[in-house]
């Protein structure tokens, strides 16, 4: 069936490291991939997107990157700040029952350490 | 505009009880969604709608039923509560404006408790 994986599902990081997020998808018609952030108590929000006719995106320190070949997409924050901790999902749109839907990932809880 | 607002923001049940979860949205979107998040599993989709009049089951549907009889509102329903739906209920919408993409606005969420 459709499905997402996230990878790893625990991140700790270092205040001013990089942290990179993970994900591979089962449809290889699957166009679209958003990456949402939840903060604890919080409900999620999109926080970058990108779609399958472009390799990578960026905006300030979050970059995402497909790979629409090995279907995997992976999110990379730079800099990583407190604020930055999270759980970050990663989903991938895909069409089943006659209709497009976002299916998502385990979810991945990142830890930025002062 | 307040966006997706869900009713109510906590509720704890017995098993057995019935209760509904009404989700608002005042953007005007033609979708919307129900989702449960529980620890480890992200968010599944349980039921959707295309719009006002449809609706449709997601990945976990058994025990929910829903009802969009207005654009701006989607009603999830339990008739027999089970401690297994223990869980944080998401309500999300969406106007898609281009095939295949789908930017989700979440509302708040419903905590719910079955005992």
């Known amino acids: 069936g459709e499905n997402v994986e996230q990878h790893p599902s625990t991140l700790s990081v270092q205040e001013g490291d990089s942290a990179v997020i993970k994900c591979t998808y089962s449809?290889?018609?699957?166009?679209?991939f958003p990456w949402y952030k939840q903060e604890l108590g919080k409900r999620p929000q999109l926080i970058i997107d990108?779609?399958?006719?472009?390799g990578e995106k960026k905006d300030q320190r979050i970059a995402v990157t497909l790979n629409k070949t090995a279907k995997h997409f992976s999110l990379h924050i730079t800099e990583t700040q407190p604020e930055d901790s999270a759980v970050y999902f990663c989903?991938?749109?895909?069409?089943?029952?006659?209709?497009?839907?976002?299916?998502f990932g385990a979810g991945t809880r990142l830890a930025v350490h002062p | 505009n307040a966006g997706v607002t869900q009713t109510p923001k906590f509720r704890v049940l017995k098993t057995g009880q019935s209760m509904t979860l009404l989700c608002a949205q005042d953007?005007?979107?033609?979708?919307m969604y129900w989702y449960r998040q529980d620890p480890g599993m992200g968010l599944r989709l349980i039921h959707y709608?295309?719009?006002?009049?449809?609706?449709a089951k997601g990945e976990v549907p058994d025990g929910y039923n829903v009802s969009r009889l207005k654009k701006q509102n989607f009603l999830l329903g339990l008739e027999s509560a089970a401690p297994s739906q223990t869980s944080v209920y998401f309500c999300?919408?969406?106007?898609?404006?281009?095939?295949?993409?789908?930017?989700?606005?979440f509302g708040p969420g419903t905590r719910l408790t079955v005992l």
């Open positions: 999300a919408s969406s106007y898609p404006r281009t095939p295949g993409t789908d930017e989700q606005f």
């Open positions: 709608s295309v719009g006002e009049g449809t609706t």
């Open positions: 953007m005007n979107h033609e979708y």
């Open positions: 989903a991938a749109y895909m069409f089943s029952g006659g209709y497009n839907k976002l299916i």
């Open positions: 449809d290889s018609a699957s166009n679209y």
């Open positions: 990108i779609r399958s006719n472009v």
